[in-house]
């Protein structure tokens, strides 16, 4: 099992836990949602659950409830600027189709 991240994904993290003050990681997960079926979630970590995985990446840690695991195994965060767009993508080996939009996948 294993979760990754791109080194300007994990500074922008950084980043963003410096600015906020607090926290111990960022939390990768997924919900029911959209025209494919699931879309990912990602928000800041000030204290683990029960059945949290952390997964720790160029300094940076990445957590995962149980349940979400089963779909983002292998996946690697990115962040990417794209012209005047800037965002986090998602590179998950698992996912065997995406909605327009992009919004949403399914595996």
């Not at 099992?1 to 994904?9: C, D, K, L, V």
């Not at 950084?14 to 959209?34: A, E, I, M």
């Not at 990602?42 to 997964?55: G, M, P, S, T």
Request: proline residues 1%; aromatic residues 8%; hydrophobic residues 35%.
């Amino acid at each position: 099992m294993s979760i990754a991240m791109s080194n300007s994904a994990a500074e922008r993290v950084r980043t963003f836990l410096t600015n906020r003050g607090k926290g111990l990681g960022l939390r990768l997960g997924v919900k029911t949602s959209g025209c494919s079926g699931m879309a990912y979630v990602l928000e800041f970590v000030d204290e683990l659950n029960d059945d949290d995985v952390v997964f720790e990446d160029k300094g940076v840690k990445v957590i995962v409830d149980g349940k979400s695991l089963v779909y983002l195994d292998g996946t690697e965060l990115d962040f990417v600027k794209e012209g005047l767009n800037e965002g986090f993508k998602f590179n998950n080996p698992n996912v065997k189709g995406e909605c327009g939009c992009g919004e949403s996948f399914n595996v």
